[in-house]
């Protein structure tokens, strides 16, 4: 069965730093597009930053770049999303997500549950 969990949300001051984590378990992680997605209470789910399958290229969210950094770990198959200096705007749910990108995982899509993650003083 497939699983991506996250962790490592929680309650932060502006200008603090967290560093999100998902496990993957149940598919063939290296074969597969890793992001991170947030949606704040009132808004889309929007995209924040994607790594490739073998972490050769990243992609991050203009709201976002500078301060977030998106990282993989394929022998722990495991996607981090370091984030720093946060503001009052990057509170959301954050969400995992695997895409495949092989000829075989092609149309494969996975999400995880989501972790909450609140900045404020």
């Known amino acids: 069965q497939v699983q991506l969990v996250e962790s490592g949300g929680g309650l932060v001051q502006p200008g603090g730093s967290l560093r999100l984590s998902c496990a993957a378990s149940?598919?063939?992680?290296?074969?597969?597009?890793m992001s991170w997605y947030r949606q704040a209470p009132g808004k889309e789910r929007e995209l924040v930053a994607a790594?490739?399958?073998?972490?050769?290229?990243?992609n991050y969210a203009d709201s976002v770049k500078g301060r977030f950094t998106i990282s993989r770990d394929n022998a722990k198959n495991t996607v981090y999303l370091q984030m720093n200096s946060l503001k009052s705007e990057d509170t959301a749910v954050y969400y995992c997500?695997?895409?495949?990108?092989?000829?075989?995982?092609?149309?494969?899509?996975?999400w995880g549950q989501g972790t909450q993650v609140t900045v404020s003083s």
């Open positions: 149940g598919f063939t992680f290296s074969s597969f597009a």
């Open positions: 790594i490739t399958s073998i972490g050769g290229s990243t």
């Open positions: 997500n695997a895409r495949g990108s092989t000829l075989l995982t092609k149309g494969h899509d996975y």
